[in-house]
């Protein structure tokens, strides 16, 4: 089966900067794309920023200009750099994938375990 790992939170004041890392194993012929979610207390799940395997991204109006994903492919890990971290930054935050896991290929999606995340002074 395949695994997601997230790490990489923490604890962080206003202004600072985390990254965040993903790493996928297990039996993985190609992983279309890859992304993060993130989820504050007494709200809904949000699409923080994704990337597909083509090198595309796509980031929440939010998070623009502050966060960069990245994809190192070999190592099937995505990454979040989080720059200029705000307070309503403060949320779990969960990698997820689109991949192929069986050869003829069948299409499947995974997610972490979740990473907390605390912007706080």
């Known amino acids: 089966q395949v695994q997601l790992v997230e790490s990489g939170g923490g604890l962080v004041q206003p202004g600072g900067s985390l990254r965040l890392s993903c790493a996928a194993s297990g039996t993985i012929f190609r992983i279309n794309a890859m992304g993060w979610y993130r989820q504050a207390p007494g709200k809904q799940r949000e699409l923080v920023a994704s990337?597909?395997?083509?090198?595309?991204?796509n980031y929440a109006d939010s998070v623009k200009d502050r966060f960069t994903i990245s994809r190192d492919n070999a190592k099937n890990t995505v990454y979040l750099q989080m720059n200029s971290l705000k307070p309503e930054d403060t949320a779990v935050y969960y990698c997820?994938?689109?991949?192929?896991?069986?050869?003829?290929?069948?299409?499947?999606?995974?997610w972490g375990q979740g990473t907390q995340v605390t912007v706080s002074s």
């Open positions: 990337t597909t395997s083509g090198g595309s991204a």
């Open positions: 997820n994938a689109e991949l192929i896991t069986q050869w003829p290929p069948v299409n499947g999606v995974s």
